[in-house]
T-cell receptor, first 114, second 112 residues
Framework: KAGVTQTPRYLIKTRGQQVTLSCSPI?????VSWYQQTPGQGLQFLFE???????NKGNFPGRFSGRQFSNSRSEMNVSTLELGDSALYLC?????????????FGPGTRLTVL | AQTVTQSQPEMSVQEAETVTLSCTYD???????LFWYKQPPSRQMILVIR??????QNATENRFSVNFQKAAKSFSLKISDSQLGDAAMYFC?????????FGKGTRLHILP
């Protein structure tokens, strides 16, 4: 069974632009969570989707948004990029309902904002 | 607010030896989950072990075991018979329905 895939793996953008990251969960997994990892703030929870519904959201500004499609694939969007948005964005999926169950992580998307 | 503290930014252990990574957390809740995640240099995060707070028995997964002290709010990870493949960043995390909070991580080096 294929693991969690994230595209693209690397991305370079400039301030003010917007970006869309994609995550394909393991087949059969319906819960997808997103995390931001930076050297300064560490790992922070962004949001969680289950059956196309956002169930929880972390403490991030409204510039960060996401969605989940009927096939459980998820996208996250960051608008009006800032330098501080440079980070590794991780996606994780789980078979059962929540991120409190066993999560399987993707390799991440490294976003650099210039 | 809940916090998770990993007091050891870096640790080293000789191959085949045992090492313990510490984690403390702060919460007023009685029902929650605790996790240890491993992030090797390839960056793909892997769940090592998961503990439900209402279960007093310490979770184990092969060479990995935890010492869960609920009253002390401590959740340490013991790695027995350390192997070169155990070299990674290890993150402790606290989770409830509405949140999951990670510690800053401990970088573990395995010395051959």
């Amino acid at each position: 069974k294929a693991g969690v895939t994230q595209t693209p793996r690397y991305l370079i953008k400039t301030r003010g632009q917007q970006v869309t990251l994609s995550c394909s969960p393991i087949s059969g997994h319906r819960s997808v969570s997103w995390y931001q990892q930076t050297p300064g703030q560490g790992l922070q929870f962004l949001f969680e989707y289950f059956s196309e519904t956002q169930r929880n959201k972390g403490n991030f500004p409204g510039r960060f948004s996401g969605r989940q499609f009927s096939n459980s694939r998820s996208e996250m969007n960051v608008s009006t990029l800032e330098l501080g948005d440079s980070a590794l964005y991780l996606c994780a999926s789980s078979l059962a309902g929540t991120r409190l169950d066993t999560q399987y992580f993707g390799p991440g998307t490294r976003l650099t904002v210039l | 607010a809940q916090t998770v503290t990993q007091s050891q930014p870096e640790m080293s252990v000789q191959e085949a030896e045992t090492v313990t990574l510490s984690c403390t957390y702060d919460t007023s809740e009685s029902d929650y989950y605790l996790f240890w995640y491993k992030q090797p240099p390839s960056r793909q995060m892997i769940l090592v072990i998961r503990q439900e707070a209402y279960k007093q028995q310490n979770a184990t997964e092969n060479r990995f075991s935890v010492n869960f002290q609920k009253a002390a709010k401590s959740f340490s990870l013991k790695i027995s018979d350390s192997q070169l493949g155990d070299a990674a960043m290890y993150f402790c995390a606290y989770g409830r329905d509405d949140k999951i909070i990670f510690g800053k991580g401990t970088r573990l080096h395995i010395l051959p």
